[in-house]
């Protein structure tokens, strides 16, 4: 009995293995055709039945970066993704700090208010924020897009939300011995609670990178000028005129549009799941 339960419980971690695999490919693959597409020289783009090229071009890279200022793009797109990271840390982690730790009138109302901004969609206060935007004087700059992430707007609300759960699970006790020891309310705030909320902060940092580096409406309605586009804004534009049916120059955009990712999540990889998991403990 023993030895049929010991091959019975092989036989199934062999088929989720399996399993597992499988779906690793599916996932996979879509980011293999393009990384080969974006290498494949223009005379093979349209081979059928399809199949890998004879020979690799990776000039297709630096005909991107010739034709279009994918340099340019780059940095504005890393600019703005950087800065508003920033901000919303910065803004979420305070108001999450007020909501879980500070006792006031209306606290849990203010709180369930501002997860409420989570389900009203972008598209409904898209034309509110233009007009605010543009009363500032903030089109065609880069602000336009950096700035709300500090006011919440964005990922504000979800981060108020992590980080509050997170703060939450911190022991009060904590806090009670800083404030014995004279600490001030930001002190606790920023030496004893940000540092133990690493996790959390990483998994919205990435979240929020990530939303920003991929965002093409904003760019679209606040951006005019052409030095001042984002990477988003660029691919885009490599879909469109005369480069429509150059596929291997649109995959060599997005390649390049993935790596500040990818590098972002190797970094941060071994937050994410914890922050992930803090996020549902404790209401």
């Keep these: 009995m023993v030895e049929r339960g010991g091959r019975g419980a092989l036989a199934g971690r062999a088929l989720l293995y399996l399993l597992l695999t499988a779906v690793a490919i599916v996932m996979i693959a879509p980011f293999v055709w393009m990384l ?34 994918f340099g340019r793009f780059t940095v504005n797109s890393l600019t703005i993704a950087v800065l508003a990271t920033v901000g919303t840390l910065a803004s979420a982690s305070l108001a999450a700090y007020a909501f879980a730790r500070m006792e006031f009138r209306g606290r849990r109302a203010l709180y369930w208010i501002v997860l409420a901004t989570m389900m009203v969609p972008f598209q409904v206060t898209m034309v509110p924020i233009f007009f605010v935007i543009k009363s500032l004087g903030w089109i065609d700059s880069h602000a336009a897009l950096i700035v709300p992430s500090y006011f919440g707007f964005g990922m504000g609300a979800f981060g108020v939300f992590l980080l509050r759960q997170f703060f939450a699970t911190v022991p009060k006790e904590i806090e ?26 990483a998994t919205l940092a990435v979240l929020t990178f990530m ?45 390049v549009s993935i790596v500040p990712i990818l590098i972002l999540y190797v970094i941060a990889q071994r937050y994410f799941i914890q922050g992930i998991g803090a996020g549902g403990v404790k209401g």
């Design 36 to 69: 080969v597409t974006s290498l494949t020289p223009a005379s093979e783009l349209y081979r059928y039945p399809p199949s890998l090229p004879d020979s690799l071009a990776p000039e297709n890279y630096t005909e991107v970066f010739g034709r279009f200022p």
């Design 211 to 255: 939303a920003n580096w991929n965002d093409l409406l904003g760019p679209v309605l606040y951006l005019s000028s052409r030095e001042k586009m984002t990477l988003t804004v660029g691919i885009a534009a490599l879909q469109g005129g005369e480069l429509a049916a150059r596929i291997d120059l649109i995959m060599a955009g997005a390649v």
């Design 176 to 201: 009670e011995a800083a404030v014995l020891d004279g600490a001030s309310r930001f002190r606790i705030y920023w030496q004893i609670l940000l540092p133990l909320a690493t996790p959390a902060l």
